[in-house]
């Protein structure tokens, strides 16, 4: 059974940076679209960002387009979302999730496997 542990996550100012890690175990992520979502206080959860099972492309939320970025190592079984210039409106709860299949949605009905999430603070 696939297990997703993320970590990376913390207090960062505004303009910072933080990256954070989508770790897999009982499966390879290798042939599956991995997602990061994120769920602010009082808020429903949203899809942030997504990259399909080759790595070759990336779908992004409008307001995070530019400024993050999803790369996987398959070797570890993880995939990393590195977050730039970060803004207080990026602040949540981050969650990575295994898609049911190779390619990306936004949409938490094609994931099929969560994280328990990691804490992301923007302030100053």
């Known amino acids: 059974q696939l297990q997703l542990v993320e970590s990376g996550g913390g207090l960062a100012q505004p303009g910072g940076s933080l990256r954070l890690s989508c770790a897999a175990s009982?499966?390879?992520?290798?042939?599956?679209?991995v997602g990061w979502f994120r769920q602010a206080a009082g808020k429903g959860r949203e899809g942030v960002s997504c990259?399909?099972?080759?790595?070759?492309?990336?779908y992004d939320l409008d307001s995070v387009r530019g400024r993050f970025t999803l790369a996987r190592d398959n070797a570890k079984n993880t995939v990393y979302l590195q977050m730039n210039s970060l803004k207080p409106e990026d602040t949540g709860t981050y969650y990575c999730?295994?898609?049911?299949?190779?390619?990306?949605?936004?949409?938490?009905?094609?994931?099929?496997?969560w994280g328990q999430g990691t804490q992301v603070t923007v302030s100053s």
């Open positions: 009982g499966r390879s992520l290798d042939h599956s679209a």
């Open positions: 999730a295994s898609g049911r299949g190779g390619y990306c949605s936004l949409l938490e009905v094609d994931f099929n496997a």
């Open positions: 990259i399909t099972s080759s790595g070759e492309e990336q």
